[in-house]
């Protein structure tokens, strides 16, 4: 099992950076990728974005590539999710998940493909 813990939400205004922290622990060894996603209300959970546990690639939903970045502290066991420029509409409860799968990254975008979710952490950005 994964434990995963969300941390760094918060109330911020458009324009204004924010970084979340996921921190991973128990079988930490066994996870191959670890992703952050997001749900509006009202709205589906969305994919933000991915990154490999060894930290050599990464992925970004098109309406974050080039505003956010993720990235695994040196050999630590959290990943970080730095957000400038931040919009209203990036308002949203963010979580992280983990999967321990070698899942490809035609389907890294899916929910399906993590097991291990972490309970979340609320950021809101306003205009």
């Known amino acids: 099992q994964v434990q995963l813990v969300e941390s760094g939400g918060g109330l911020v205004q458009a324009g204004d950076s924010l970084r979340l922290s996921c921190a991973a622990s128990?079988?930490?060894?066994?996870?191959?990728?670890i992703a952050w996603y997001r749900q509006a209300p009202g709205k589906e959970r969305a994919f933000v974005a991915a990154?490999?546990?060894?930290?050599?690639?990464?992925f970004y939903a098109g309406s974050v590539k080039g505003r956010f970045t993720i990235f695994r502290e040196n050999a630590a066991n959290t990943i970080n999710l730095q957000m400038n420029s931040l919009k209203p509409e990036d308002t949203a409860v963010y979580y992280c998940?983990?999967?321990?799968?070698?899942?490809?990254?035609?389907?890294?975008?899916?929910?399906?493909?993590?097991?291990?979710w972490g309970q979340g952490t609320q950021v809101t950005v306003s205009s």
């Open positions: 998940a983990a999967t321990s799968a070698a899942i490809r990254e035609s389907t890294i975008r899916s929910t399906s493909e993590y097991d291990f």
């Open positions: 128990g079988r930490t060894f066994s996870i191959n990728t």
């Open positions: 990154i490999r546990w060894s930290g050599t690639s990464t």
